[in-house]
């Protein structure tokens, strides 16, 4: 027979669904980052400072010069589904980072948020609002000039069974610094730090006073002077599909794929469709176990691509996925093979 409790089918609390919906967004301290550091993005600050202690799970601290949020939208901003940036009309059109408005509801459901913030161009006073496992405190004044300062401490504290899965310091901070330097790719012309409160560990100081390659100088201050002098410029345009980047020689590759930085529409993916491109471009060039060291930026319109498929939204789905294989392997191999003529012409003459 059937349990009597079987029958019972109940709502669930609104904090016990934000704990479920945590664990899909935040899996861990980088992923918390990636969300605070793109909310910053998303807010046009020029400078983003990261802290973390103990690989996060102590203390992670992002402060950005960006527009800020007045006490109203503080109290807005850490609710579930709340969003300056989506309407309820328009899924299609996504142009900013974030979307889904859950990372701050999710991380205040399971750490210890605190948020200071002062509105641009207002005349009040910074605020501060405070989420606690869920529980949210009445928001208050704070001294703060400009900007956002986020801290989340305890990361999953309200979760014990998710703290279990968190591995060393060393391994998450690992984590958190390869998605900060994604998105210093992405985004060249803003400066970003991070450290562990004493020291810096990452810096991408701000490019373009130069006049150079805006792309190409940040690539160098992250992949290194090296990568700058062994790689070749990729530059394609097919049926409104762009690809632009930079792509390592296959004299300049390396023995995992670690080092391949693929973007679409600005975000940092890790999608096999386009590492099977990338892989099959160099096939001809490297042996099996090499891999080559490169940063492409894809840009397609915002219709062609959903960035819907995950939470976490590094897949994307694309509608015509053979378009975009194609593209790839196409221009990669161009530029591989004109990076030959030149070479062997050189030896030649
Ligand atoms: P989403 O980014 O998907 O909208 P979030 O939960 O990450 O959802 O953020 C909710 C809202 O809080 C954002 O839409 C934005 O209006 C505001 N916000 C978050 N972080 C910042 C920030 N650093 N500066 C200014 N506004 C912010
Ligand atoms: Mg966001």
Redesign the pocket.
Known sequence: SIPKQAGIIRKLSERTINRIAAGEVVERPASAIK?LV???I??EATQIDIVMRDGGKELIQIT?N????SPE?LIL?VERH????LSDENLVEIHSL????????SIGAVARLSIK?KARDSKSSAWQIVVEGGQRVEPEPAALTEG?V?EVRDLFYAVPARLKFLKTARTEYGQAADIIKRLAMAHPTIAFTLGDGNRTTFRATPVGALGGDVRLERLGTILGRQFQENAFEVDAEREGLKLKGFAGLPTYSRGNGMQQYLFVNGRPVKDKLLTGAVRGAYRDYLARDRHPVLALFLDVPTDFVDVNVHPAKSEVRFREPGLVRGLIVSSLRHGLQAMGHRASTTVAG
């Open positions: 969300e793109e909310n910053a998303d807010a950005d960006g527009r800020g949020m939208e901003a709340a969003t300056s940036k974030g979307f889904r408005g859950e990372a701050l509801a913030s956002t986020i």
